[in-house]
């Protein structure tokens, strides 16, 4: 069955880094164009950025553009989301999720002084 296992979240300060993963399996991960969307207390869910298979196509929302970098490794099954400078506004449950509409259970980001 599908399967995505999203790590990496933490609690940092504003300015600081971290780096999501999302190991997939169940379905032909190399084939499919993958996301990240994320939900902030109270708030409906956010698309973040979108990678397509050969992750020659990347894009962003306006709100991380120029701070997050999504990437992939299909050797390993494996999305990626490279967040810096972070920001409050940033805080939130990070999803990947696949073509499908399929989701992970989420990781917890917090960005707080």
């Known amino acids: 069955q599908v399967q995505l296992v999203e790590s990496g979240g933490g609690s940092v300060q504003p300015g600081g880094s971290l780096k999501l993963s999302c190991a997939a399996s169940g379905f032909v991960f190399r084939t499919y164009s993958m996301k990240w969307v994320r939900q902030a207390p109270g708030k409906g869910v956010e698309w973040v950025s979108s990678?397509?298979?050969?992750?020659?196509?990347?894009s962003y929302a306006a709100s991380v553009k120029g701070r997050f970098t999504i990437s992939r490794d299909n050797a390993k099954n494996t999305l990626y989301l490279q967040m810096n400078s972070l920001k409050p506004d940033d805080t939130a449950v990070y999803y990947c999720e696949n073509e499908d509409g399929r989701r992970g259970q989420g990781t917890q980001v917090t960005v707080s002084s």
């Open positions: 990678i397509n298979p050969y992750s020659t196509t990347r």
